[in-house]
């Protein structure tokens, strides 16, 4: 086994990957091997990343949530931001099921989107108040 030093701050995920371990704090997203090579960083501009998931369990493909209204696709592979998507609240928890995304928010909202039309919201559950 190995151990090192993801983050210089509270590690907020960790999704265990071929050949390694990606893991986010709030303010950065990085990749390591098993033997704890750093292979990339990735600072986020607003310093507000709060969870992740896989866009789908192959692929290299990380949906970031943050507490500002967005959502970012993350290529594990570059170690390269590829796209943004708007949301109605800031994202505190994330999940996905075939071709659903939950998207757990700020607002005590759960905000179900469909991967097919690009994150789209088909339909919201009021879970907890604010």
């Known amino acids: 086994h190995c151990s090192a030093r993801a983050h210089t701050s509270r590690i907020l995920n960790v999704l265990p990957v071929s050949g390694g371990v990606f893991s986010i704090s709030q303010s950065s997203a990085r990749f390591h091997s098993v033997g704890g090579v750093q292979y990339f960083t990735h600072d986020d501009r607003l310093g507000d990343i709060a969870c992740c998931v896989r866009q789908h369990p192959n692929s290299p ?45 700020l607002d005590g909202k759960v905000y179900l989107k469909d991967n097919r039309t690009g994150l789209k919201t088909e339909q919201t559950l009021k879970a907890h108040s604010g």
Do not use: P, Q, W
């Open 61 to 105: 493909t990380v949906l970031l949530g943050h507490k500002t209204n967005r959502l970012t696709y993350f290529d594990m592979a570059s170690g390269r931001s590829v796209g943004e998507v708007e949301t109605e609240a800031g994202a505190t928890a994330l999940c996905r099921s075939g071709r659903s995304l939950a998207c757990g928010s």
